[in-house]
């Protein structure tokens, strides 16, 4: 079947010349004259790509995108626009376009934009076609844990175990990997689930701070200390108190704790007064607490006191098999958010997720999910939607076992990362293109004259000897392309015979 493409602009000589393009490429072209008109037709055709003017009578080519966002949503949408401003390629994008052109374009940029679209568009119907989607235990849902692997089992399974208790757990594992999330799970099965559960982060709150934060204080214990206050572990009497990044305590405090865990009670700072507390310890951390034992920075008894349950978190690198799962969980938790339509991940993408080394584990990997189905065109994330510096950095190794990689990004293709920066000059030239300079920018209240002496300084100091001839070229193709490719109109535009006008498009090798 022929790719199908929907030209909605109220200038006939746009459609007309579109309609050459493309058709001319083997695509079936589709016309309306106005956004309305545009809306039904897609509805009806569900075409592959549609091609929109911005500056329509009418509702407007922004205003049209946002409807078909709901008329025919698989469509991969470009806004034509002549004024390259940047609001409008961000409102583009954000209303779900595929791609944005600045106007006047070349035939070949066209088609190499709908080729892009009709790429795209064939990626997420196949990705539609995928396998459906693994199943995540409901029950891993609620707990908002989710692992298949053995490593993470063998997690789940000791949390299972100590939640009856009343033990200390330490919980260790690198950034990101779910310690929280375990010291909450453990809250949530004990039978203190009813008491209080109160998290303190020890490497975040000032060292003069921590024991009047853990312990509270008496009044007048130091300056500023207009009342006497209680501290955490006093609030979470019958509770849990999770102690983070418990590697990052100075030794005194060090020694409070463990007081507080061997002996059920605690001195409020200033205060010399004993006071029973009934609180089970939680405790996690990143660093290498043996190390830290083995320098002096970490007591030895605080230490086995804290680790008499201990459960090792694995890196996600070595638990990869969870990664497909932990997405879809991921995904599912954002599908209350409206702005978000992206709910799977493209085969390819996915492969790309496994195989990176996630050094930030399950935190970096919510941060590259929420980026890309932020970004996400339709209800599928492509490879296309991640960071560039993320394709870079898996790119070859899983790439290569696919020989044409549906959803590899096209090195030109303009992402929503670059909408920022719609410019015509971004692009590599070509040997006979003429760059111009930050400096010289042409602007639309130049004279004539002004203008024509950039252009020429410009043509004169790379192609020195055909000045002429690039001027005249150039002029010859917008003609041509004004007209859609009318040769009678072209001449007469240009003041020259219609033979003169063959003679000038063979001399140039000009292509229409
Ligand atoms: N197994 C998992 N299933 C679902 N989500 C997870 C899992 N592990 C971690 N997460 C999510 O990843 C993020 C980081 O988890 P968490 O805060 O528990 O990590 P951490 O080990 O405490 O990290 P840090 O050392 O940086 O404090 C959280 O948003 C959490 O919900
Ligand atoms: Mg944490």
């Given at each position: 079947?022929?790719?199908?493409?929907?030209?909605i602009?109220?200038?006939?000589e746009?459609?007309y010349?579109l309609?050459r393009?493309l058709?001319?490429k083997?695509?079936?072209?589709?016309?309306a004259?106005?956004?309305?008109?545009?809306?039904?037709?897609?509805e009806k055709?569900?075409?592959?790509?549609?091609?929109?003017?911005?500056?329509?009578?009418g509702?407007?080519?922004?205003?049209?995108l946002?409807?078909l966002r709901t008329?025919?949503?698989?469509?991969?949408?470009?806004?034509?626009t002549?004024?390259?401003?940047t609001?409008t390629?961000?409102?583009a994008m954000?209303?779900?376009?595929?791609?944005?052109?600045?106007?006047p374009?070349s035939p070949q940029?066209i088609i190499?934009?709908?080729?892009?679209?009709v790429?795209?568009?064939?990626d997420?119907?196949?990705?539609?076609d995928?396998?459906?989607a693994?199943k995540?235990?409901p029950a891993?849902?609620k707990?908002g844990?989710?692992?298949?692997s053995?490593a993470?089992?063998?997690?789940?399974k000791?949390v299972?175990?100590?939640?009856?208790?009343?033990a200390t757990?330490?919980?260790?594992?690198?950034?990101?990997t779910?310690?929280?999330?375990v010291?909450?799970?453990?809250?949530r099965?004990?039978h203190?689930?009813e008491g209080?559960?109160?998290?303190?982060?020890?490497?975040?709150?000032?060292e003069?701070?921590?024991e009047s934060e853990?312990?509270?204080?008496e009044?007048?214990?130091f300056?500023?200390?207009t009342?006497s206050?209680q501290?955490?572990?006093?609030l979470c009497?019958?509770?849990?108190?999770f102690?983070d990044?418990?590697?990052?305590?100075t030794?005194?405090?060090?020694?409070?704790?463990?007081?507080?865990?061997?002996?059920g009670?605690?001195?409020?700072?200033?205060?010399?007064k004993n006071?029973?507390?009934?609180?089970?310890?939680?405790a996690?951390?990143?660093k290498d607490l043996?190390?830290?034992?083995?320098?002096?920075d970490?007591r030895e008894?605080?230490y086995?006191?804290?680790?008499?349950?201990?459960?090792?978190?694995?890196a996600?690198?070595e638990?990869?098999?969870?990664?497909p799962?932990?997405?879809?969980?991921?995904?599912r938790?954002?599908s209350?958010?409206?702005t978000v339509?992206?709910?799977?991940?493209?085969?390819?993408?996915?492969a790309?997720?496994?195989a990176y080394?996630?050094?930030?584990n399950?935190r970096?990997?919510e941060?590259l999910?929420?980026r890309?189905a932020?970004?996400?065109?339709g209800d599928t994330?492509?490879?296309?939607?991640?960071p560039?510096?993320?394709?870079e950095?898996?790119g070859n190794?899983?790439?290569?076992?696919d020989?044409?990689?549906?959803d590899d990004p096209e090195?030109?293709a303009?992402s929503a990362t670059q909408?920022?920066?719609?410019?015509?000059?971004?692009?590599?030239?070509?040997k006979d293109?003429?760059?111009l300079g930050?400096?010289d920018?042409?602007?639309?209240?130049?004279?004539?004259d002004?203008?024509?002496?950039?252009?020429y300084?410009?043509?004169r100091?790379?192609?020195?000897?055909?000045?002429?001839?690039t001027m005249?070229?150039?002029?010859?193709?917008r003609?041509?392309?004004?007209t859609g490719?009318n040769?009678?109109?072209?001449?007469s535009l240009?003041g020259?015979?219609?033979?003169?006008?063959?003679?000038?498009?063979?001399?140039?090798?000009?292509r229409?």
């Open positions: 079947m022929k790719p199908t493409v929907l030209v602009d109220d200038e006939s746009i459609r010349s309609n393009v058709s001319s083997g695509y079936e072209v589709l016309f004259a106005s956004g309305e008109e545009g809306i039904e037709e897609a055709h569900k075409p592959h790509v549609i091609l929109l003017d911005n500056r329509m009578g509702i407007s080519g922004i205003e049209t946002q409807h008329a025919s949503s698989a469509s991969m949408s470009v806004l034509m002549a004024y390259g401003t609001q390629a961000i409102e954000k209303f779900g376009a595929f791609d944005y052109i600045i106007k374009f940029k190499q934009i709908v080729e892009n679209a790429r795209a568009h064939d997420l119907e196949e990705a539609g995928d396998e459906p693994r995540v235990d891993d849902l707990e844990i989710v692992g298949q053995e993470m089992q063998e997690v789940f000791m299972g175990q100590v939640a009856a208790s009343d757990v330490l919980v260790t594992g690198e950034s990101g779910g310690k929280e999330l010291a909450r799970a453990i809250y099965h004990s203190r689930s209080s559960f109160l998290a303190v982060n020890c490497a975040a709150i000032p003069n701070l921590i853990l312990f509270g204080h009044k007048g214990a300056t500023g200390a009342n206050r501290g955490k572990f006093e009497d019958g509770g849990t108190i102690l990044e418990i590697g990052d305590m030794l005194s405090t060090q020694t409070k704790i463990l007081r507080a865990i061997q002996e009670e605690i001195q409020r700072v200033g205060g010399n006071i029973k507390v009934d609180v089970r310890v939680v996690a951390t990143h043996d190390s830290m034992m083995k320098e002096g970490f008894d605080l086995y006191r804290l680790s008499v349950v201990r459960i090792q978190l694995p996600l690198r638990r990869s098999e969870d990664i799962d932990l997405v879809e969980f991921m995904l938790k954002l209350s958010d409206e339509k992206a709910h799977k991940v493209s085969s390819e993408a996915m790309r997720l496994v080394p996630w050094p930030g399950v970096e990997l941060n999910i929420y890309s932020v970004v996400a065109k994330i492509l490879v296309k939607d991640f560039r510096e993320f394709v950095g898996t190794s899983v790439g290569s076992q020989p044409e990689p549906v090195p030109e303009p909408v920022e920066e719609p410019s015509s000059t971004s692009s590599e030239p070509t293109e003429v760059v930050d400096s920018t042409l602007s639309q209240s130049m004279s004539l002004e203008a024509f002496d950039i252009v300084a410009k043509i100091e790379s192609m020195p000897d055909t000045v002429l001839g005249e070229k150039e002029m010859v193709q003609a041509l392309r004004e490719g040769q009678v109109k072209a001449s240009l020259i015979t219609r033979a003169t006008l063959r003679k000038r498009i063979d001399q140039y090798s000009i229409f």
